[in-house]
Structures are given as C-alpha cells and as structure tokens.
C-alpha cells in the first residue's frame, strides 16, 4: 500500500479536491501524521501536528480527522476499551491485530477471500458489505516480558 507520505502533494491535492474539500495546512498536517504513524489515537496525531505545522487546537484535530473519515480519506477503528485510532488504509476490508497489553496495532489482510471477509448464517434480510474484525492477545515483546502471565 503506497502511504500518503510516498505520494507526492500533488496526490494529496487530488484526494482532497476529489472528496469536496479545500487544501489546508491542517488537513495536509493530519493526513501527514496519520500516514507516518497508522493507528494512532487522536492525541497523537495532535503531537505530531504541533510538531509540523505550530500551534493547533486540539478541536481542529478532531474536527479535521472527522472530516476525514466522514469523506473516506482516513479510517477511524476503535477496539473495545481503547481510543479511537487512524490510518490511511481504507480502500479494503481488512482487519486489525491488538495486543492486550501495551496496545500494538497491526493490519491483517481479510480473513476470507474479498469483501465483507466472512459470511454469517443468517443475515436477516441485511446486505453486508463489510466486516469488522478485531484478533486480540499478546504481542511477542509482551509475550516476552510475561506480560501475559496472569
């Protein structure tokens, strides 16, 4: 997958006049930051866009990662008892790995076949087109230091 930070701003312009809106140097800012670090939580993003472009409020943050997912640019997931978190790998189904521990996030590609990944026995008259998955244990480093020794 070819990240916002591989592409040239050119591309980025694209993205962004394509979903209805306007360059701006926050949002070049969020995508940056969203790109350079997937799964970040909202907080995050925020660090890394102070250090980009100065001083932001942390509602333009939120606002402009709303705005973003809202139009398809970014992906927002949120594992249970977690924040929210970022990334720019929205074009596909796929799903997340999440350890209990210290919270590492990492893709994984659908788990069947294409779109929606996984059929249910009885969809109930819906037509489903996505699935979300999200596979929980211990990363190796947690796994390592007996972080999952109860």
């Not at 978190?85 to 590492?104: A, F, I, K, T, W």
């Not at 037509?127 to 947690?142: L, S, T």
Request: with cysteine.
């Amino acid at each position: 997958m070819i990240t916002v930070t591989e592409k040239s701003s050119k591309s980025v312009s694209e993205m962004l006049k394509v979903a209805g809106l306007q360059k701006t140097a926050q949002r070049l800012a969020v995508i940056d930051a969203v790109s350079e670090r997937p799964h970040a939580t909202a907080d995050e993003i925020e660090e890394l866009v102070r250090l980009e472009i100065g001083t932001i409020s942390r509602q333009s943050v939120y606002d402009t990662l709303t705005t973003l997912t809202d139009k398809g640019l970014i992906r927002r997931i949120q594992p249970a008892k977690s924040a929210a978190r970022y990334e720019m790998r929205v074009d596909d189904n796929h799903h997340h790995l999440v350890c209990r521990s210290c919270g590492l996030t990492l893709d994984v590609d659908c788990v069947v076949g294409s779109r929606p990944c996984l059929q249910v026995d009885d969809d109930r008259g819906f037509e489903i087109d996505e699935a979300e998955v999200i596979f929980w244990g211990f990363c190796p480093k947690c796994q390592a230091s007996g972080a999952n020794s109860n």
